[in-house]
Structure formats: structure tokens, C-alpha cells
């Protein structure tokens, strides 16, 4: 085991946390930019220096060890204290500098009510030193990302609501039901009703969704989607009913593409969340983020621990 970090030994742990984000090494070729024998070398040389063994690999797929996930917690704090550290240094200097990273669900940028956009607009122009990193995930790895560290932040639907963290409610999201071209409901000029869609095949969210169907109108699901855009190719297909954000669809609505079922009926409101570690001490960069995003979207600072949604001052 290692008695103390060298740069290489920091480097070949940040190749180690982005082979884990990846899945594997072969997956992790994109991101690193090298070669999958190159990451596979250097873990090698870092199971050395730590005289642990990391990860299994194989034909059964990638996997950590026991020692392997707690060393990659141990790697999640070390850069997470790395950068509160950076981010404390400039403060001393009147200056914010550091990282933030932030957690979306797929599409959140074509919602009118946010102002994701304006407010890292807002915290560039205040501190452009700050390295500011989005991600766009699954629903199902949000308050997971989060929770693990690898957000500072998190904005999407969020099924689970961890006691662990804080959750303000920002702004809504109306889902409603579509069919697409082809589909033999798009061209239906009668009035469709809920037994009309008992014989149809359903998209499936891969997380946890409202389920609006009757219990004997349920149609069959037939298909499995974990983004907006997977549940949209799907609809489009012609062949399948799901749910998707009206903001969303309203661009294959207009081109004649979708089609809305029983909007009044089976619509459904998804409230969207920004949600953070209740145990974090909001560092100068997040707080300064957190003005601005608070801001934009017409929302007084701050809220409890209960997350309870926040005042609108608009």
C-alpha cells in the first residue's frame, strides 16, 4: 500500500474513477483518449502501487472488487476535497475558481420554464475560471450521481428522494400520452377513449413513472426506454404509445409526426427538481451558482433540509 500521492498516483486514480463512470475499459477508450492495452497498463500499475486488487475483467463484463469500490470512494473524496481546497484557495483571493459539475435528465433544455442556460451564463461571466461540467443521465443515476459525488448538483424528476439529500421543486413538466405516424390511432378522426388503448403497445420508462391506466385498461409494455429521446424514437416507430414532455414532442406535433392521446385524461404533471448532499457545506462556487439559478427562475434563496419547495418571488 502507497504511504503517500504522487502526481502519477493521482493521475492513474482519475483514470481509475473515469474506467468505473465508463463501465469498463474498453468503454472508458472515448473519454481517456487512449488506447484500451494503455488502461489496462495503467491499471495495472496502480493495483501495484496499492497492492490491492481494483476490478475484475472478463467475459462475464466489468466489475470492482470489494477493495476495488472502496478505493474508488476513497478517489470520488479525495478529488471532491481537491476542489473544495482550489475552491477555498481563490476565495482567500477573492477569486472563485474550482469545478462544478451538475447532474441533468435528457432534454431539460428545451423546457421554457428553465433557465439552466442563464444562470451558467450569469456564473461565467462572474468567475470564468470555474470549470463548469455537465452531465446528461438517466433519471435512475441522478440522485445516484449525486449521492456519490460525482454531481455537485442534480436537476431532473427524481423518483427516489434520498433522506441524504435536499430537493427544491423548480418548475414543472407536463407529460402527456403520443402516438406517432403509422401508429393505427394517428389517423383516427373518431373519438379515441382509455379502451382504445387496452390493445396497444406501451413504451416503458426503465425507472419509476406514474401509472395513469386503469388497472384493466392497462395497455402491454413492450418496449423499455430509459431517455426521452430512446421513448421517442420508439413513438415514432409507429408502433408504440408512450409518454413523453409536451415541450419535448411539440416539435413532432408541428410536423405532423405525433400525435397526443387523451391529453386531459391520462397527462400527468412531473415536478423537476434541483437536489444536493443535505450533508454539504455549499462551497463558494455552488453558493455563487445557487444565487444566480435561484434568481433566474424567480425563486427565493434557499430552503430547508425538508426540501420543501421554494417561494417564487415572480
Wanted: aromatic share 6%; hydrophobic share 40%.
Amino acid at each position: 500500500m502507497l504511504s503517500n500521492l504522487s502526481d502519477g498516483d493521482i493521475r492513474l486514480l482519475r483514470i481509475f474513477v473515469k474506467v468505473v463512470e465508463a463501465g469498463g475499459f474498453s468503454a472508458a477508450q472515448i473519454d481517456l483518449n487512449i488506447s484500451q492495452s494503455t488502461i489496462s497498463t495503467h491499471m495495472t500499475a496502480l493495483e501495484q502501487r496499492l497492492g490491492v486488487r481494483l476490478c475484475r475483467r472478463g467475459r462475464s463484463g466489468f466489475s470492482l472488487t470489494e477493495k476495488g469500490q472502496r478505493i474508488h470512494q476513497a478517489a470520488l473524496q479525495l478529488f471532491a476535497s481537491m476542489d473544495a481546497f482550489r475552491t477555498e484557495a481563490g476565495a482567500v483571493r477573492d477569486r472563485l475558481v474550482g469545478r462544478l459539475a451538475i447532474g441533468l435528465v435528457d432534454n431539460i433544455v428545451t423546457n421554457p420554464a428553465s433557465h439552466l442556460e442563464e444562470a451558467i451564463e450569469a456564473l461565467n461571466r462572474q468567475a470564468p475560471e470555474v470549470e463548469i461540467a455537465v452531465h446528461v443521465v438517466a433519471p435512475t443515476d441522478l440522485e445516484r450521481g449525486v449521492l456519490d459525488g460525482k454531481f455537485d448538483l442534480g436537476l431532473g424528476a427524481c423518483g427516489r428522494h434520498s433522506p441524504n439529500l435536499t430537493y427544491e421543486d423548480v418548475f414543472d413538466e407536463q407529460q402527456i400520452l403520443y402516438c406517432g405516424r403509422g401508429h393505427p390511432l394517428f389517423e383516427r378522426n373518431s373519438e379515441i377513449a382509455l379502451k382504445d388503448l387496452k390493445s396497444q403497445q406501451l413504451v416503458r420508462r426503465a425507472y419509476a413513472a406514474p401509472d395513469l391506466f386503469p388497472a384493466n385498461m392497462r395497455p402491454p409494455a413492450r418496449a423499455v426506454a430509459d431517455l426521452m429521446e430512446s421513448v421517442a424514437l420508439l413513438i415514432l416507430s409507429g408502433r408504440y404509445i408512450g409518454f413523453l414532455p409536451q415541450h419535448f414532442a411539440q416539435h413532432w406535433v408541428d410536423q405532423g409526426r405525433m400525435r397526443p392521446l387523451l391529453a386531459g385524461r391520462l397527462g400527468y404533471r412531473n415536478p423537476i427538481y434541483l437536489t444536493m448532499r443535505k450533508s454539504d457545506r455549499p462551497s463558494p462556487v455552488i453558493g455563487a451558482f445557487l444565487k444566480e439559478f435561484h434568481r433566474v427562475h424567480g425563486l427565493s434563496a434557499g430552503t430547508d433540509k425538508s426540501g420543501q419547495r421554494l417561494r417564487r418571488t415572480g
